[in-house]
């Protein structure tokens, strides 16, 4: 009798399991069989916008695949990757902005848009430092995409928010290099304290002119 009860329970065990393995294999096929495809630009340029406006961002990125893949040469294309950009900005994702910035600089090297383009490369790599280790060649390379950015686009609308980022940017490049040439003098290396105290001269800002604050000195500048 109660082997008969324990392989009772047994049966009913496995017929759950089979159950569950069921309904698992056909939600997936069902799932599979939703996927979409081969639709007009506009229905995943629309798809997309409502993805973003749900802060959906990663269902967005595939649906610009979508987008992409099946209609490259789409007009809807430039204005899905700026909107694509600036979300990933708000959600301070610096590294997927940049991704999407390189491609569209590239691609619409022409457009009527690229000035805005290329600022907003310059305020993601900005707005991307606080979050990193102090990079001398990050920023370096950003304030040469700002002198960039002022020669070829000196009317631009955008040029009094580059200029911002540059004057923060300067401050900080010069706060570095006095940190690292007094680091470097208390270790006793006098050609490299030297080599970061002359660079601190060329800069037009005095680092002893920058009011000290409660967090460390390389987070202040940025936020």
């Known amino acids: 009798m109660i082997k008969d009860i324990e392989m009772m329970k047994s049966f009913r065990l496995k017929n759950i399991l089979l159950i569950a393995c069921a309904a698992f294999v056909f939600t997936a096929c069902s799932s599979k069989s939703e996927e979409e495809y081969n639709k007009p630009a506009v229905y995943w340029y629309n798809k997309m916008m409502k993805q973003i406006g749900s802060n959906d961002l ?24 700026l909107i694509l950009i600036n979300a990933h900005i708000d959600e301070e994702e610096y590294a997927l902005a940049n991704f999407y910035l ?5 691609r619409f090297s022409l457009s009527k848009d690229i000035d805005y383009a290329r600022y907003l490369k310059i305020k993601a790599n900005f707005l991307g430092f606080k979050y990193q280790f102090r990079d001398q060649q990050l920023i370096e390379e950003t304030l040469v995409q700002i002198q960039d950015f002022k020669v070829k686009y000196s009317t631009s609308p955008y040029m009094p928010l580059v200029d911002t980022i540059n004057a923060r940017l300067s401050m900080a490049k010069a706060s570095v290099d006095n940190e690292i040439a007094k680091l470097y003098a208390k270790q006793d290396k006098e050609k490299a304290a030297a080599f970061y105290e002359q660079k601190v ?5 005095n680092p002893s002119e920058i009011e000290p604050v409660s967090v460390p000195w390389y987070r202040w500048l940025f936020e």
Do not use: Q, V
């Not at 992409?68 to 204005?79: D, G, L, M, W």
């Not at 001269?201 to 800002?205: H, L, P, R, T």
């Open 102 to 106: 390189d491609e569209y600089i590239k």
């Open 201 to 205: 001269k060329e800069a037009w800002i």
């Open 58 to 81: 990663d269902e967005a990125d595939d649906t610009y695949t979508s987008l992409e893949s099946e209609h490259r040469n789409s007009p809807f294309i430039p204005s899905a990757m």
